[in-house]
């Protein structure tokens, strides 16, 4: 099992930037495909960004191409979620989950672990 905790939630205006981190512990961090997903209220819990264990592969929603990016850093279990020009409609609880696929995953069933999320809110 794998332990993952998200932070760097928080208020930022549209257009604004906000870097999401997860950190995580447990089993090597460096054999699991990550990614994020997000879940607005009253709406499903849907992928934002995934990648391979080794970064060789990533792969984005097409609402957030080109304004968000994922990567890791194995040495420090950590991995990321760069977010810049920032919409009112990526308003959501954001969570980091690990996969043992070697694909990146992008449905919540291919994942395994789940942090507990963090808010993030963008203000029109």
């Known amino acids: 099992q794998v332990q993952l905790v998200e932070s760097g939630g928080g208020l930022v205006q549209a257009g604004g930037s906000l870097r999401l981190s997860c950190t995580t512990s447990g089993r090597t961090f460096s054999r699991y495909a990550m990614g994020w997903f997000r879940q607005a209220p009253g709406k499903e819990r849907e992928f934002v960004a995934g990648m391979t264990w080794n970064g060789g592969s990533r792969y984005y929603a097409d609402s957030v191409k080109g304004r968000f990016t994922i990567s890791r850093d194995n040495a420090k279990n950590t991995v990321y979620l760069q977010m810049n020009s920032l919409k009112p409609e990526d308003t959501a609880v954001y969570y980091c989950?690990?996969?043992?696929?070697?694909?990146?995953?992008?449905?919540?069933?291919?994942?395994?672990?789940w942090g507990q999320g963090t808010q993030v809110t963008v203000s029109s």
């Open positions: 989950a690990a996969s043992p696929t070697l694909w990146v995953a992008t449905t919540t069933q291919e994942y395994s672990d």
